[in-house]
């Protein structure tokens, strides 16, 4: 006989919340509970394995939509991977433009650290930045390149 356990059971087995258990049902990511007799929701090991292969999706930013698709294709053992390669090429390459998007964010921090001498509040260069993007702009600018490993050795 096959192991049946509650949604409960099932959110502790795979590190899961219910109510996101619940969701993925709802959107049809995950298949739908077994009822048992007194009407509860019974889930099984492929259940297991179903949430489990979302949540790895989602740790490695798929999108829902591209995690539906990912299923799909899965269900198809004997089609071509082409478009599981396709749905993964373009999730790298979302990933590699939030990269580039962070480290141009990380060199700014860093500049507007280096640029502020933790004096008063007052006179903080940090604040007066995030107050106003055009000086943020202007202390990227008057930040040369050979200040970049000062402010690496800096930051630590």
Do not use: W
């Not at 929701?41 to 297991?48: C, G, K, P, T």
């Not at 489990?52 to 740790?59: E, V």
């Not at 001498?117 to 604040?127: F, N, P, T, Y």
């Not at 995030?130 to 000062?150: F, G, P």
């Amino acid at each position: 006989m096959t192991e049946e356990f509650m949604i409960g059971e099932l959110a502790k087995r795979t590190d899961s919340k219910v109510p996101t258990i619940r969701y993925y049902e709802q959107i049809g990511v995950m298949p739908t509970a077994i009822r048992a007799h007194n009407n509860r929701r019974m889930y099984r090991n492929s259940h297991i394995k179903r949430l489990m292969f979302i949540r790895h999706s989602r740790a490695l930013g798929f999108t829902l939509d591209d995690i539906r698709d990912l299923l799909a294709l899965s269900d198809q053992p004997n089609h071509t991977c082409a478009e599981v390669d396709k749905i993964a090429k373009n999730n790298l390459e979302n990933i590699q433009k939030k990269i580039r998007v962070l480290s141009i964010m990380e060199k700014e921090m860093q500049r507007m650290i280096f640029q502020c001498h933790g004096e008063k509040v007052s006179e903080c260069l940090i604040i007066t930045a995030l107050a106003d993007h055009a000086i943020a702009e202007k202390i990227k600018m008057t930040t040369s390149e050979k200040n970049d490993a000062t402010i690496t050795n800096h930051l630590g």
